[in-house]
């Protein structure tokens, strides 16, 4: 009913149908690596369990400057509860100088830092 060259172009059709499916496949999970950029999207609490420190208050700022983290002392500092999610530029306007604060969350260093009245001298790794 069907010549071998209809079998054939259908074998054929298949495979690069296939093929096709694994490239597309492939490519939108390399797309979805590359849009994270390899930093968690969300930020569990419990992975910061080993900066708990009572004496200092810890931020942990994630890529695109989004806070992923402050311990009791940031929060109590920055008079904020456990549910508020602050915005890096919420933090930077209480703290002088707000530049010196946001170079210190985009790159290592130290910063001798005001909160409030508060002298503080901030490090960044």
Do not use: K
């Not at 390899?38 to 569990?44: C, E, H, I, Q, R």
């Not at 707000?98 to 210190?104: G, H, K, N, S, T």
């Amino acid at each position: 009913m069907f010549g071998t060259e209809a079998v054939a172009l259908g074998i054929t059709l298949t495979i690069i149908g296939a093929g096709l499916w694994l490239v597309a496949r492939t490519m939108t999970r390399l797309g979805d690596v590359a849009t994270r950029g390899g930093m968690p999207l969300t930020v569990s609490e419990g992975a910061f369990a080993h900066l708990q420190n009572d004496d200092e208050a810890v931020l942990v700022v994630l890529a695109g400057g989004r806070v992923g983290y402050l311990n009791a002392r940031a929060r109590e500092w920055f008079g904020l509860t456990l549910e508020d999610q602050p915005p890096l530029e919420f933090l930077a306007q209480r703290i002088r100088p707000a530049d010196e604060f946001i170079r210190l969350c985009a790159t290592p260093g130290r910063a001798r830092l005001t909160l409030s009245t508060m002298a503080l001298e901030g490090a960044s790794y």
